[in-house]
């Protein structure tokens, strides 16, 4: 396999090589809207009910023709991917650390009769979760065009893509409760619990509400990199032999979940990014 890769590579190369030499190249840059993306099909507690978030997408490419109707694009991005889920969700053990000790809050609920807290039977809660992952990616795309004045275009082909931040922002007040249904609240001892004053209450009750408002960098939780394809459509609007402006509308998929523990799920980045640009040719 690494052998067979190794000759692709050596094999675009001499493209490249060729074309550059024979061909008018172009360079350019880019600058776009994007509605990022995360999926997981195992319906994992984690990741499920995420919806779509905005970012932006910017980039600079150069582009070797090798026909009239067919070139080779090379692009380095900054791209912005995540999504958000608002309701009652698990809580990661690690982020229970803010309440207490797990060893402490595990032993409280054996007193209770109650199975400990991990991360794959978690504490619940209602707020609001924001993933936020901003990636370097590099797609390598063939690109077919027809036209002069005016040329419509299709893109597509592989990318790779490194993590450059990862942050997760939560907000809300809220219950804490053993079940993802909202209805077994955590219960801590009375502090003011007397057995001969029915006034003071049970000797165990929930605990009060709790701020979640919380920003954590999870970049050490995620893949360091991932891969994926591009595909793509737009418009070009030549000005002259030289310059020359578009718009374009893409698709991504991430092929690696970004997960590194599959506890936490296997979930897939991509979106959809709306795009203007300019090229020179050279």
Do not use: C
Not at 35 to 58: A, F, H, M, P
């Amino acid at each position: 396999m690494k052998t067979i890769t190794s000759r692709l590579f050596l094999f675009l190369l001499v493209i490249f090589l060729i074309e550059t030499t024979i061909a008018q190249v172009k360079i350019g840059a880019k600058a776009g809207y994007s509605i990022g993306r995360i999926t997981d099909d195992s319906d994992n507690i984690y990741t499920k009910d995420y919806e779509s978030s905005s970012g932006v997408d910017l980039g600079v490419f150069a582009e070797f023709p090798v026909s009239d109707l067919f070139s080779l694009q090379l692009e380095v991005l900054y791209t912005q991917r995540g999504g958000e889920r608002t309701g009652l969700q698990p809580i990661p053990t690690a982020a229970l650390e803010d309440f207490g000790s797990i060893v402490q809050l595990n032993y409280m609920l054996h007193l209770q009769g109650k199975a400990p807290v991990t991360d794959t039977n978690p504490l619940y809660a209602d707020f609001k979760n924001v993933s936020e992952l901003r990636y370097i990616e590099i797609p390598f795309l063939g690109k077919l065009g027809w036209g002069d004045t005016w040329r419509f275009y299709v893109e597509a082909g592989p990318y790779i893509g490194f993590l450059a931040s990862s942050t997760q922002k939560t907000s809300g007040t809220s219950l804490i409760t053993l079940d993802a249904q909202g209805t077994d609240p955590l219960r801590v001892l009375n502090p003011i619990y007397d057995p001969s004053d029915p006034s003071t209450g049970a000797l165990w009750v929930p605990v009060p509400p709790q701020d979640f408002t919380a920003e954590t960098d999870t970049k050490e939780e995620l893949n360091a990199y991932n891969v994926g394809f591009h595909a793509g459509s737009g418009l070009i609007r030549k000005i002259n032999e030289k310059h020359e402006v578009f718009v374009g509308f893409r698709g991504s998929w991430g092929a690696r979940p970004i997960q590194k523990d599959e506890v936490f799920g296997k979930s897939h980045v991509g979106g959809l990014v709306f795009s203007l640009g300019y090229a020179y040719t050279l």
